[in-house]
């Protein structure tokens, strides 16, 4: 199927910048934690990080859906921090809970010398991560799961093809039709 139109030229004439720099990771690794909390940061993703990133730093998160981490490269990270402010007045009580929700146990990792990098303790206690984990790209971040976790959530074909028309099909003329 071919995109067209001028509602899509508009949209990518609006958009480019923002996803232009925007780093895409692409596939799932199984890794191990070593004693201290550390994993070797797979080559792969290394090599598919966006020039403009700071490509040794990540902010980890536990996901707001999901029982796993959430690892954001730094430029990621501060493009998620930019979509939060330009929605979220810090004077607003509800908007604050958020905040301090969104930011509880944020932490900041640098890969070290060995491509390593070290997750605090905290995080992988919150989410029942031990000592195999799968790092799974997904756009511009990387979802870290305990692994018996990630192999039990896998959607069943039928399910997953519905979902996705659900959620891709049709096209972009359809919204003209309405």
């Known amino acids: 199927m071919c995109i067209s139109g001028i509602k899509w030229e508009l949209f990518?004439?609006?958009?480019?910048?923002?996803f232009e720099d925007m780093t895409t990771f692409i596939?799932?690794?199984?890794c191990k934690l070593d004693v201290k909390g550390r994993l070797m940061f797979p080559a792969a993703f290394k090599k598919q990080m966006s020039s403009s990133s700071e490509p040794d730093k990540f902010v980890v998160k536990k996901d707001i859906?999901?029982?796993?981490?959430i690892v954001y490269p730094m430029d990621e990270w501060d493009r998620q921090m930019n979509i939060i402010r330009s929605k979220i007045n810090p004077y607003n009580k509800e908007h604050n809970r958020f905040l301090r929700e969104f930011s509880r146990g944020v932490a900041e990792v640098v890969i070290d010398n060995a491509n390593r990098l070290l997750i605090p303790k905290r995080l992988?206690?919150?989410?029942g991560i031990e000592k195999e984990?799968?790092?799974a790209g997904?756009?511009?971040k990387i979802e870290m799961w305990d692994k018996n976790v990630y192999d039990q959530i896998r959607e069943p074909e039928d399910d997953f093809a519905a979902l996705a028309e659900k959620i891709l099909g049709g096209s972009i003329t359809d919204e003209d039709k309405k």
């Open 133 to 135: 984990i799968v790092l």
């Open 124 to 127: 992988l206690d919150l989410v």
């Open 27 to 30: 596939g799932d690794y199984p």
């Open 65 to 69: 859906y999901e029982k796993c981490l």
């Open 138 to 140: 997904q756009m511009g």
């Open 12 to 18: 990518v004439y609006f958009y480019k910048d923002f």
